[in-house]
């Protein structure tokens, strides 16, 4: 594990564009949940597990990437828990997770042979079963942060560190600090929502409108659920269904990932109401400062990983119940049940708070940034179509928005004229910071589609995400416009 200079890299003023940057930490962090794959065929070689550009990765995003430290941790549990040659360990946060992936392992998977070891956290498993147990670290984002794994993954009693994230969060989004729940990460927010709706309505599925974030689709696949419907552009037909379907919920996010949609919440709302179903909302690309969903949400989830955090070295994320709600009291019941109070590790809490001190402030700059880009992308004779969560569909976004200058956050999608031949061209030529997540201080730009769906492009496209979709989450830089300017000539 390389050693990290305490002159860290700016990477708003020198990004990680070019080819020599392949691999780096973004930011320059030991704790850095991004890396950088600064050229187009960079994504396509790491989609194609090519070992010339693993080997060059130092990080990545640590539900799909084993942190060193991580890695660390569980080398040691292995030496200290594996009875057998090739047994393999993964440590998890918490018992309750643990248990749950095992049994993840043997009734959604048949796989049998698995076990907890003795420190109760430990999930143990034969060689040939690591890579389903990893697909559970994936999915339900109950992952060990790296800085959880430097102590051992031990983990404490709740903290001011957390009593400040929390005071936060009720502060944006004028909710109690009772009903706010801290996790590990966004996706492991999402996944206990959709464990608990499955409580509430066990035999009944889910339905998720509007084309979401990749992992969301895979929770309601990969854990059991029956009977559950994707909509990918939802109609008013898709919600007046929705008083005779009664899923177990309904999901959505504000605005959709990447195509930037928003979905008529007045209507939903209604209709949700109608049929005793509770509506769940993500809101981490709007973010709290930009909309409030609460008038229409039952209960939210957020990544603070993004935005909240801004610093893109610390994973966490947030569910937060809308005391309004007529499912508050037994949501709240159940959350006080099943999280941790310390889900999230001490440590991670600790940089979550300090990271966040500036967020409604930076989102305001970050808003004004965007917006800009925006407009001269619009105007531009290279692009086809922007996505942004003012344009697509903006009566409905405006039904969030906050009066007096909440914004359209800080991520948008562009797809190039010609894009089979210019995306690529224009992305390798893009000085900004390429690689996955968004949210930090700097520009984040990555082939999006290319990243979360190379294994069923086809399927993405036949929902309207284009595989030459570049997707950027906007930063503070001042130059931007001219860097994108640049970019397009080529």
Request: glycine share 8%.
């Amino acid at each position: 594990m390389r050693a990290y200079d305490s002159k860290m890299r700016d990477f708003i003023t020198n990004p990680a564009w070019q080819a020599e940057d392949l691999g780096l930490p973004l930011p320059d962090s030991e704790h850095s949940i991004s890396v950088a794959m600064p050229l187009w065929d960079h994504v396509v070689g790491y989609e194609k597990e090519d070992p010339q550009i693993l080997e060059k990765l130092q990080c990545g995003y640590p539900r799909f990437f084993l942190h060193p430290r991580v890695r660390e941790l569980n080398a040691r549990l292995e030496a200290e828990y594996a009875k057998g040659a090739g047994e393999c360990a993964l440590a998890f946060p918490d018992q309750r997770a643990a248990g749950r992936a095992l049994r993840f392992l043997a009734e959604n998977k048949g796989l049998n042979g698995a076990r907890i070891a003795a420190d109760g956290t430990t999930l143990i498993t034969p060689a040939d079963q690591r890579r389903a147990a990893l697909e559970y670290w994936r999915f339900s984002g109950e992952i060990v942060s790296s800085r959880a794994a430097e102590v051992g993954g031990a983990v404490s009693s709740p903290t001011g560190d957390h009593e400040e994230v929390i005071g936060r969060l009720a502060a944006l989004t004028g909710q109690s600090t009772e009903d706010i729940f801290l996790l590990p990460s966004g996706m492991a927010a999402t996944f206990t929502v959709h464990r608990m709706l499955q409580d509430f309505a066990p035999k009944r599925g889910p339905l998720q409108l509007e084309f979401p974030y990749v992992d969301v689709l895979k929770v309601q696949s990969e854990f059991g659920w029956e009977g559950g419907t994707f909509v990918a552009n939802a109609s008013f037909a898709a919600i007046l269904a929705i008083e005779k379907e009664r899923p177990c919920g309904v999901f959505c996010e504000l605005a959709s990932n990447p195509l930037m949609r928003s979905i008529d919440l007045e209507e939903l709302s209604r209709a949700c109401r109608a049929a005793e179903v509770p509506l769940a909302i993500d809101d981490t690309i709007a973010t709290s400062v930009n909309a409030d969903v609460f008038p229409f949400a039952d209960i939210v989830t957020t990544s603070l990983t993004k935005y909240f955090a801004g610093s893109g070295d610390v994973l966490a994320g947030a569910i937060i119940i809308n005391r309004a709600s007529p499912f508050c009291s037994k949501m709240r019941a159940w959350l006080r049940q099943e999280v941790s109070s310390f889900a999230l590790h001490p440590a991670d809490a600790a940089v979550l708070a300090a990271g966040s001190r500036d967020f409604s402030e930076r989102m305001v700059a970050i808003n004004e940034n965007a917006e800009d880009l925006v407009a001269m992308l619009e105007s531009h004779p290279a692009i086809e179509h922007v996505y942004y969560p003012t344009r697509e569909t903006p009566a409905f976004y405006d039904q969030i928005r906050r009066p007096n200058g909440g914004g359209g956050g800080g991520l948008l999608s562009v797809i190039l004229k010609d894009a089979a031949v210019a995306a690529p061209k224009f992305y390798d030529s893009l000085r900004v910071s390429k690689g996955p997540s968004f949210g930090t201080r700097f520009t984040l730009a990555c082939p999006y589609t290319l990243l979360a769906h190379y294994p069923e492009l086809d399927w993405a496209e036949s929902c309207g995400v284009s595989r030459w979709l570049v997707r950027v989450g906007v930063g503070l830089e001042t130059d931007l416009i001219e860097r994108f300017e640049k970019a397009l000539e080529s």
